[in-house]
C-alpha cells in the first residue's frame, strides 16, 4: 500500500473524486477507504483533563482538544454554566477571528472562567475564554502545548 499512497498525493486520497477515471478499479476504491479509515482518528487529538473549581474544589473531569491552531484555552459557554463555574464579565469584549480572518459567528468573548486544571499529576491555574464551542467542551491551544509538549499515541 504505501508505494500505491506515494504515487498519490494526500489530497486526492483524502478526496477520491479527485482521482477521476482511477476509481474505476474495485481495487483502488478498497484502497482510498482503507487510508481513510486509519487516518480518521488522526484528524483530532483529545486529552483527558481535571477542572477543579476555585471556590469550592470540585473536580470535573473533561476531554479537551488539542488544538494547534487556537492561541489560548477556551470553555465552552453551555459547559461552563452546566457545571457551575464562577464565571467573570470581561471589561471589554474580545473579538474571535476565524483562520480566515472572518469574525467567528459565535459573537465575541465576554466571559473568562479561573480554575485549576490538572494533566498526568501536574497542575496549573488556568484561566479560559468562554465562548461558544458547539459540541466541544474545552480546547487547549498553542500556548499550552508549547508549555505542556504531551506526548500524544
Not at 486520497?13 to 479509515?37: F, Y
Not at 480554575?115 to 474545552?138: Q, W, Y
Request: proline share 3%.
Amino acid at each position: 500500500m504505501s508505494s500505491w499512497l506515494a504515487s498519490n498525493n494526500l489530497y486526492s486520497v483524502l478526496h477520491p473524486e479527485k482521482l477521476g477515471n482511477k476509481l474505476n478499479s474495485i481495487n483502488t476504491t478498497e484502497r482510498v477507504r482503507d487510508i481513510q479509515r486509519i487516518l480518521w482518528p488522526l484528524r483530532e487529538v483529545w486529552l483527558k483533563v481535571e477542572l477543579e473549581k476555585l471556590e469550592n474544589h470540585e473536580g470535573v473531569a473533561v476531554k479537551a482538544l488539542l488544538d494547534s491552531g487556537a492561541t489560548g484555552l477556551f470553555m465552552n459557554m453551555t459547559f461552563a454554566k452546566e457545571k457551575g463555574f464562577k464565571m467573570e464579565k470581561l471589561k471589554k469584549p474580545l473579538l474571535v477571528q476565524n483562520v480566515d480572518g472572518t469574525i467567528n459567528v459565535g459573537g465575541a468573548i465576554t466571559h473568562q472562567v479561573e480554575c485549576n486544571m490538572f494533566f498526568k499529576g501536574d497542575m496549573e491555574r488556568a484561566r479560559m475564554d468562554v465562548c461558544n464551542l458547539g459540541k466541544t467542551e474545552l480546547i487547549l491551544g498553542m500556548l499550552w502545548l508549547a508549555a505542556h509538549n504531551p506526548e500524544i499515541d
